[in-house]
């Protein structure tokens, strides 16, 4: 086949030139801007330049407690959703009745605005000052003591966020395994069956490498996800998620670009860059991991 | 080990009403002599599956049961049964490497039966050797040929030394050269470990050159089994005597009258002990006799020179499909195209007929083949 280099780049450049105007440039301006110090966008004048906003960021205890929701959040959330989305998977493809209720059932999260869904875990766990909460009476019913989760103590706050977190990332997961359950052929199965091979053995040895790589797609998007959490914070707890004690990195790069004293780009910048390493490296770190296990 | 089938019947319901009742497997009975290789051979969607599926256990059968030697296995779920099953597709663990393909059924042994890693390794390499896979134990499945993961789904299937061998289209999914070459390693196989072997095919040449025994079936009802040579000489009906054979048979309209057969209006053989009727004539491609003075006149079309023999191709105006006849002589004739014509005369043994209406077979005397099969 003859090759025209002029034609390809002239199919190319729609791409180019938009991925080039709204991805690269603002990628690489972020980049700058975090080492800027004092920028001003009015003015488009700022004092100097090094590494003084980062210095800033990290020893801002807004940015700590920020960093570290981020990482609580991720490490409950990433492996307890998928582990659940599978055995939910597992339930869902092993029963025939009623199977297409449930999948629609368990899809119905992911359908659902964020907020609607916030306002309505906002209800349930609320303690106001005429009721406790649908959450708090259920706990009282059973002998506890109750609790405010929305404005009450870190650790209450922490389970509903996570809580919430896994239940509106769950759907996904489940749709993604319960067709990747369905794509493993059953002579697999029976081959295993014929062999003697027991229930578990079946699923450790056959089906979990057969649907691997499916779920180190999850992990790895499931961790992009939740570093980027920050709306579902925002749907729980409002938006002064600072004085909340439950604000997220991107949170943070939020009120840094547009809170309340407004205004501080360069700060903003240099904790989206923080962010954009850490979510870098794990990811990294992940695809190590899977190269190393998921191999056919 | 021996396996008996009695009154082996399984039926799939239809859909919600919509669809009749399927029975794809209609009241078997047959038993097959421990230590044979037997081919279980009918056209597509026959229900030799279903068949084998029934004896693995796979499935369980609606009614009639199923014996391996004196034990009744039909309630025996397929993992207790002592069967190897190699599947049409290998269903090889695609992320385990051979010599961990073959450990599997091994590794599952529980209790008593459980044995020591060096047995287990000792015995997963003496199968893998009897394949003659030795040096890929290393390998994963996707890393291999077509004939090599056939060979390692063998292997996995006999590492436990099971009772019954069974195995499923098993040179379906290979290159016609391939085929051939892993028809006479099955024969081997079987023949060096004399495991009661059980393969389903819809080829015909596969299942009668490997054989000891086939069973030929169609629409779940067994039409005849014997040894390859006997049902191909003695076929017990039109099916059967269509099925088998390549060239296949040619069968023409026929009558009988006055104890003698008539194509057309030509009066080709004598048939004394059948009397007047009409009938299906099937003759064999090698039952034609090149001779001018013959009573089948036909319309000559080509002659294909093979080398070894020729085919002579013509057409008839009776034959019941408007395909061409194909009769193989030898090359001791010469076929003389001037005529447009070609006559021939006929080997009674090679000429089957079959009732018109019920299209079983019809013997005359020296119908039968004169050769004496041997057990």
Known sequence: MKTNPAKAWLYLIPAIVFLGIFMVYPLVDVFIYSFEEGYNFASQSYTGTGLFNYSYVLHDPYFLQALK?????????????????????????????????????????????????????????KKTAYTDGLINM????????????????????????????????????????????ASVKQD????????????????????????????????????????????????????????????????????????????????????????????????TINLMIRRKNVQY | ??????????????????KQDVIAVNDFNFEIPDGMLVGLLGPSGCGKSTALNLISGLEVPTQGKIWFGDTDVTEIPPENRGIGLVFQNYALYPHLTVLQNILFPLQNLKGKDKLPKDVMLERAKKVASLVQIDELLDRKPGEMSGGQQQRVAIARALVKTPNVLLLDEPLSNLDARLRLQTREEIK?????????????????????????????????VVHQIGKPQEVYDDPHNLFVAEFLGTPPINVFYGTVKDEALYIGDEKVLSVPGISDQDVYAGIRPEGFILDENGPLTCRLKNVEVMGRDISVISTHGKTKTDKDIRSIISTDNIVDRSSGKVRFSLKPHKVHLFSFETEERLYFQNSRSERHYED
């Open chain 1, 69 to 125: 929701n981020t990482l609580i959040l991720v490490v409950i959330t990433v492996p307890l959703s998928t582990g659940l989305a599978l055995l939910i998977s597992l339930g869902l493809s092993s029963i025939k009745p009623l199977k297409h209720v449930f999948q629609t059932v368990y899809f119905l999260p992911y359908v659902t605005n964020t907020l609607a869904v916030g306002l309505v875990f906002m209800i349930l766990f």
């Open chain 2, 188 to 220: 081997r196989i079987q023949q060096e470990t004399r495991i009661t072997t059980i393969f389903v095919t819809h080829d015909q040449e596969e299942a009668m050159s490997i054989s000891d025994l086939i069973i030929v079936m169609k629409l779940g």
């Open chain 1, 138 to 181: 259920m706990i009282q019913w059973f002998g506890g003591s109750s609790v405010d989760f929305i404005d009450g103590p870190y650790w209450a706050k922490m389970f509903v966020l996570c809580f919430y977190t896994i239940w509106i990332v769950m759907p996904f997961k489940v749709l993604i395994l319960t067709s990747a359950l």
């Open chain 1, 188 to 283: 697999y199965y029976n081959a295993a069956k014929i062999d003697g091979t027991s229930t578990w053995r079946t699923f450790a040895r056959i089906t979990l490498p057969m649907i691997s790589p499916m779920i180190f797609y999850l992990v790895i998007t499931g961790f992009i996800g939740a570093f980027k959490a920050y709306q579902d914070a925002v749907a729980l707890f409002g938006t002064d998620l600072n004085s909340a004690g439950m604000n997220t990195i991107v949170g943070y790069v939020y009120d840094m670009l547009y809170g309340d004293s407004g205004g501080y780009p360069s700060y903003a910048s240099a904790a989206a860059i923080i962010l954009f390493v850490i979510v870098l490296s794990i990811t």
């Open chain 2, 1 to 18: 080990m021996k396996v008996v089938l009695e009154h082996l019947t399984k039926v799939f319901p239809g859909r919600k009403g919509r």
